[in-house]
Structure formats: structure tokens, C-alpha cells
């Protein structure tokens, strides 16, 4: 067997002729189809981003709480032209105070917010005013409860 069709031999015989024919009309009656490459599954090493400690531990709940009990007294003496304008009575500089430390804690302040520490600051005073504030807030409720606070 040549591998020619039977058509193509009783027509052209077995001859370069029949070959070309049989070329020709092999691939003119075909059309290509060209498949996308399939997509392949690759087992890698996962990356993740690096995740970065925003505060300093728990130095840094000391050293800020020191600086903010060292600074509190000169702030709220600053303050007390805006304190007593609030209507909030015995309140209004543990408020002040506290939104004063919120705004340290958030990095609010300008030209104060680059420094790292100043975080640190805000977040003892936010906590040091909440402790103020319910202080003066269960001696309003229960009144002889708070007498052994060193507050």
C-alpha cells in the first residue's frame, strides 16, 4: 500500500502527480484549529504580606502612661481657659483631657503625629480618663463607695 487513496490511483496512478494531488487536497478541505494552551495549576510558596507591630508592647503602655501622668497637670493648667467655658461641671477637664488623648491617639495633631511615642501617650490617656471619669461618675451614683481611691 502507498498510502494514496483509491480515487486519486485510478485517476492519476501512483505517480508524483497523484502525490501532489493527494497534498492538496488533503489540507485545503481542512481547516487548522489552533487550541489555547491549557492552564496549568502551579503549587508555589504562598507569599504574604509582612505584618508590622503598630504599638511597643507593653513598654510602651509604661512609658507612655508615665509621660502623660507627668504632663497632665501642665496640659490641664493650658486647658483651663476652654475647660470652663464647657457646661459639664466636674466633668469637663477629664473631657478636655480625653479628647485631647484621642487626638494623640489617632495621630490628629499636627507636627506631633511623626513622633511614634505620642501614640503611645494618647492611648494612656485615653485610659487614665476613662478610670477618671468612672471614678467620679460611681461617686455620683453610690456616694461613700470611692473614699480609699488614691485618685
Request: net charge positive.
Amino acid at each position: 500500500m502507498t498510502g494514496l487513496p483509491r480515487s486519486i490511483i485510478k485517476k492519476y496512478g501512483v505517480s508524483k502527480k497523484a502525490w501532489a494531488v493527494f497534498r492538496s487536497t488533503k489540507h485545503s478541505n481542512k481547516r487548522r484549529v489552533v487550541s489555547m494552551a491549557k492552564r496549568r495549576k502551579h503549587r508555589g510558596v504562598k507569599s504574604f504580606f509582612k505584618r508590622h507591630k503598630s504599638g511597643l508592647g507593653l513598654t510602651g503602655v509604661i512609658v507612655g502612661g508615665a509621660a502623660y501622668g507627668a504632663a497632665r497637670q501642665y496640659a490641664a493648667a493650658a486647658l483651663q481657659p476652654l475647660t470652663s467655658k464647657l457646661p459639664m461641671g466636674n466633668y469637663a477637664d477629664n473631657v478636655v483631657m480625653g479628647v485631647l488623648s484621642w487626638a494623640l491617639a489617632k495621630g490628629k495633631i499636627p507636627l506631633v503625629n511623626k513622633i511614634p511615642m505620642t501614640r503611645e501617650i494618647g492611648k494612656a490617656g485615653l485610659y487614665i480618663e476613662s478610670a477618671f471619669l468612672g471614678q467620679e461618675l460611681l461617686g455620683q451614683v453610690a456616694p461613700g463607695v470611692n473614699q480609699g481611691g488614691s485618685w
